[in-house]
Nanobody, 119 residues
Framework: QVQLVESGGGLVQAGGSLRLSCAGSRRSFSSYVLGWFRQAPGKGREFVASIRWIGSMTNYEDSVKGRFTISRDGVKNAVYLQMNSLKPEDPAVYYC????????????WGRGTQVTVSS
């Protein structure tokens, strides 16, 4: 079983930055992909970014490319989402998720952290 706990959400002005953190309960995520998703009010949950634990290969949704950076810390077993140049369309609950490399389904989810952007 994998437990994920997000932190770092909050209120920021448009154009500002936030760094989200996700702490994982596993001793090693070597066979996992970690990711971030978001869900705005009235919308479905959408993919934001992912990182493969071994090799750190990353993938981003088009609207966040060049603004958001996903990274991981193998010592702390944590994954981060650095969000720069935040836009009015970025506010949402941001969720950390994990899946094994061999499975396409994201099986493990955190409870989410709220990101609000003021204009």
């Amino acid at each position: 079983q994998v437990q994920l706990v997000e932190s770092g959400g909050g209120l920021v002005q448009a154009g500002g930055s936030l760094r989200l953190s996700c702490a994982g309960s596993r001793r090693s995520f070597s066979s996992y992909v970690l990711g971030w998703f978001r869900q705005a009010p009235g919308k479905g949950r959408e993919f934001v970014a992912s990182i493969r634990w071994i090799g750190s290969m990353t993938n981003y949704e088009d609207s966040v490319k060049g603004r958001f950076t996903i990274s991981r810390d193998g010592v702390k077993n944590a994954v981060y989402l650095q969000m720069n140049s935040l836009k009015p369309e970025d506010p949402a609950v941001y969720y950390c998720a994990a899946r094994t490399i061999s499975v396409a389904t994201w099986n493990y989810w955190g409870r989410g952290t709220q990101v609000t952007v003021s204009s």
